[in-house]
């Protein structure tokens, strides 16, 4: 199975802030990765897939880089609706796996 | 509007059986694969099968052999039928178009 290890796995930012969280594959996985923001009690949305195309819809303010083994995940200016849970998906290989996800908290 | 609503989950017996259904709107259902993945409660994300638009299949290990998925065109529904259920199959589930329209999800809670 390919191991999708996410960091990190919580962190305190102030809205406005720059934020940059990373996953890495055990594995090259080309750039089938997609990454996911999931709010209490909610399912999650889908904001980046192929691992640099913002979804229909998603603020370009949240943005995706990466191939092969390492992802990122950068939200360039922390706004209010943006304090969540972020995960990262693999989709190369069966079982498609998560990161342990990212909690976002404020500051 | 692309919609998808999962129903079926309840409380069920551990060695039990339950079935949940996605029916999905606004899209042309045959022309996607569907997704089911669960979360357990406080933890994260574990995709759990797949079934592509020409019916084949693959599933995670923790539910191979116990977990079925399905689906009916003509209906716009995909299934997951979940035999020999055991406790930490306790997560709510949700269904997804492919990986990119998900539903609300449905709690299926395994205990005795």
């Known amino acids: 199975d390919i191991q999708m290890t996410q960091s990190p796995s919580s962190l305190s930012a102030s809205v406005g802030d720059r934020v940059t969280i990373t996953c890495r594959a055990s594995q090259g996985i080309r750039n089938d990765l997609g990454w996911y923001q999931q709010k209490p009690g909610r399912a999650p949305k889908r904001l980046i897939y192929?691992?640099?195309s913002l979804q229909s819809g998603v603020p370009s303010r949240f943005s995706g880089s990466g191939s092969g083994t390492e992802f990122t995940l950068t939200i360039s200016s922390l706004q209010p609706e943006d304090f969540a849970t972020y995960y990262c998906l693999q989709h190369n290989n069966y079982p498609w796996t998560f990161g342990q996800g990212t909690k976002v908290e404020i500051k | 509007e692309v919609q998808l609503v999962e129903s079926g989950g309840g409380l069920v017996q551990p060695g039990r059986s339950l079935r949940l259904s996605c029916t999905a709107s606004?899209?042309?259902?045959?022309?996607?694969?569907m997704t089911w993945f669960r979360q357990a409660p406080g933890k994260g994300l574990e995709w759990v099968g797949f079934i592509r638009r020409g019916g084949t299949t693959e599933y995670a290990a923790s539910v191979k052999g116990r977990f079925t998925i399905s689906r009916d065109d003509s209906k716009s529904i995909a299934y997951l039928q979940m035999n020999s259920l055991k406790t930490e199959d306790t997560a709510v589930y949700y269904c997804t178009r492919y990986m990119d329209v998900w539903g609300k999800g449905t709690t299926v809670t395994v205990s005795s």
């Open positions: 606004g899209f042309t259902f045959g022309d996607y694969a």
């Open positions: 192929a691992a640099s």
